[in-house]
T-cell receptor
Framework: EAGVTQFPSHSVIEKGQTVTLRCDPI?????LYWYRRVMGKEIKFLLH????????ESGMPNNRFLAERTGGTYSTLKVQPAELEDSGVYFC???????????FGSGTRLTVV | RKEVEQDPGPFNVPEGATVAFNCTYS??????FFWYRQDCRKEPKLLMS???SGNEDGRFTAQLNRASQYISLLIRDSKLSDSATYLC???????????FGTGTRLLVSP
């Protein structure tokens, strides 16, 4: 079984540019989550999809962040325009039953310079 | 105050030692509890779920005390490969989002 796949693994962009991160969850997992770890801080929740619907987006920092999951399969997280404080590691996770824990992707390391 | 608190460590132990980590959580409505392991520059990986009755998986034992709102992880007979950061993670239940502690770093030396 393929795991959660994230692309790209690394991205370095300039402040003000746009970046789009992609996540392919485990096939059949309805629940898809985005989390972020900023340097020196704990991993924090961004948002949760159930199929194509946003179940909870309370963790999204501001309206520069836009997440989509068209068709309920893969998801994208776009940051536009990027700011220096957006630097960090963005993890995607998926699950079928959240009470059993999630499977995380290897993350996208975003650096905004 | 953080919702999930952990001692950041590092815990430096020799091979074969027994080491215990504790974690406290503040939201009494929390329903599911986990320990995740994270290696340097890697993703978190589920180590084990934590149940009120306690559970064991080989050298690892996890305990949950709902009354005191703390979770523990015991590692027996430590191996070099156990060196990692151990994340205490709580699920708020109805909202289904995980809340992470900052992690406890373990270094096992020969």
């Amino acid at each position: 079984e393929a795991g959660v796949t994230q692309f790209p693994s690394h991205s370095v962009i300039e402040k003000g540019q746009t970046v789009t991160l992609r996540c392919d969850p485990i096939s059949g997992h309805d629940n898809l989550y985005w989390y972020r770890r900023v340097m020196g801080k704990e991993i924090k929740f961004l948002l949760h999809f159930v199929k194509e619907s946003k179940q909870d987006e309370s963790g999204m920092p501001n309206n520069r962040f836009l997440a989509e999951r068209t068709g309920g399969t893969y998801s994208t997280l776009k940051v536009q325009p990027a700011e220096l404080e957006d630097s960090g590691v963005y993890f995607c996770a998926s699950s079928q039953d959240p009470t059993d824990g999630y499977t995380f992707g290897s993350g996208t390391r975003l650096t905004v310079v | 105050r953080k919702e999930v608190e952990q001692d950041p460590g590092p815990f430096n132990v020799p091979e074969g030692a027994t080491v215990a980590f504790n974690c406290t959580y503040s939201n009494s409505a929390s329903q599911s509890f986990f320990w995740y392991r994270q290696d340097c520059r890697k993703e978190p990986k589920l180590l084990m779920s934590v149940y009120s009755s306690g559970n064991e998986d080989g050298r690892f034992t996890a305990q949950l005390n709902r009354a005191s709102q703390y979770i523990s992880l015991l590692i027996r007979d430590s191996k070099l490969s156990d060196s990692a950061t151990y994340l205490c993670v709580v699920n708020r239940g109805g909202f289904q989002k995980l809340v992470f502690g900052t992690g406890t770093r373990l270094l096992v030396s020969p």
